[in-house]
């Protein structure tokens, strides 16, 4: 089963904050749980993404397309990071995510989701 597993931006990262701790102790701690991942077989893909002010999103409606300019709103739904693993199960994919280091410096939440087909 795949997933996408993603990092919730927070105020900080949509404001493009990277304090001290976060680029030194927290990057090496989610460098090393990247690895265990990449031993486990697990990881296909990482990655961390710029604020959504730097973003668009393109709204339909039927034949209209509107383009919208971030920053979006409600930080609490944009995504600031992402990984793709090839789990067993949702559970495994749990369990990995509950020994993730807290990829913000400050409270943080992560989502799975499974990749459909």
Known sequence: ?????FVKATEGSERGDA???FTSEMMAAMGRFNAE???AGLLRDVGGLTPSSQGKRVAFDGA????IDGPFAETKEVIAGFWIWEVKDLDEAIAWVKRCPNPMPVPSEIEIRPIAG
């Open 1 to 5: 089963m795949r997933v996408m597993v």
């Open 19 to 21: 304090p001290e701790p």
């Open 37 to 39: 991942l990449r031993a």
């Open 64 to 67: 209209s397309r509107l383009v």
